[in-house]
């Protein structure tokens, strides 16, 4: 079954909050739901989810009740990112595919479709942080061409979530 990429909804916030868990991405110190309303006010059309792609010939009838939405509005979400442009340089955060679908082309399909929207906006280089000892991941990346600046990554909270 294909995907379907599409903007991020409020009505998706329970399902991107438990895609973004099971693939080991929350923080206590980020608060998801929080991380969702600030993105929502900011470039919220650079917030994506995908969900199953319905079947032209698919019976209703016979859906699996597993790969409906629980809160019963349609497909499920199955993976999101976020991604933003500063005017400098453009950002992905939060991406993320359920478990059972990595390595099927969809992480792919976003990063492809993000940079068509961050090169739109005009945005010559697009950055992203992976936690260190992520090897998996960091060799997603860099089959998509992305290295290593060689760059420390520093933070500063300014407004707590815990």
Request: hydrophobic letters at 40%; one cysteine or more; glycine letters at 10%.
């Amino acid at each position: 079954m294909g995907h379907v990429i599409r903007q991020f909804t409020p009505a998706d916030t329970e399902a991107v909050v438990a895609v973004w868990e099971s693939c080991g991405l929350v923080r206590p110190w980020n608060d998801p739901r929080r991380d969702i309303a600030r993105k929502l006010t900011v470039q919220p059309e650079l917030f994506l989810v995908a969900t199953e792609a319905p079947s032209a010939d698919a019976d209703p009838a016979d859906a699996d009740p597993a790969d409906a939405d629980p809160a019963g509005d349609g497909p499920a979400v199955v993976a999101a990112g976020m991604a933003g442009f500063d005017g400098h340089r453009g950002w992905v955060n939060y991406l993320a595919v359920r478990p059972d679908l990595q390595g099927s082309g969809l992480g792919r399909a976003f990063m492809a479709e993000f940079e068509r929207l961050l090169t739109d906006l005009g945005c010559p280089k697009l950055n992203l942080q992976v936690r260190a000892g992520n090897e998996q991941v960091i060799g997603f990346y860099e089959s998509l061409g992305y290295t290593d600046d060689h760059t420390v990554s520093m933070g500063k909270r300014l407004i707590p979530d815990a």
